[in-house]
């Protein structure tokens, strides 16, 4: 059975920090592009980074970058996105997704909620 659990959400002050995990389990998981995306209230899911198979390339969108850093650990079956600086702008909820062409797979988590308010 392929999940894919999201962690580590919450209420953060603007200009904190949290760091959200997702642990991947039931596919081969270093087979496997890994994302972070995110939808605000009122607002469609938009990409925030990615993760290529072995961690090697990644990719942010432009309001993320210089803040957020996505990183994965094969061995645990884990992507990681560390954001710094946070802004009320980014409070969502934040969904983890991994596909691969080859596999045939695109997978999603049920999401955490990040609110960044004072």
């Known amino acids: 059975q392929v999940q894919l659990v999201e962690s580590g959400g919450g209420l953060v002050q603007p200009g904190g920090s949290l760091t959200l995990s997702c642990a991947a389990s039931?596919?081969?998981?270093?087979?496997?592009?890994m994302y972070w995306y995110r939808q605000a209230p009122g607002k469609e899911r938009e990409f925030v980074a990615s993760?290529?198979?072995?961690?090697?390339?990644?990719d942010y969108t432009d309001s993320a970058k210089d803040r957020f850093t996505i990183s994965r650990d094969n061995a645990k079956n884990t992507v990681y996105l560390q954001m710094n600086s946070l802004k009320s702008e980014d409070t969502a909820v934040y969904y983890c997704?991994?596909?691969?062409?080859?596999?045939?797979?695109?997978?999603w988590g049920q999401g955490t909620q990040v609110t960044v308010s004072s």
């Open positions: 993760i290529s198979k072995l961690g090697g390339t990644t």
């Open positions: 997704n991994g596909k691969s062409r080859i596999r045939n797979g695109d997978y």
């Open positions: 039931g596919f081969r998981f270093n087979e496997y592009t």
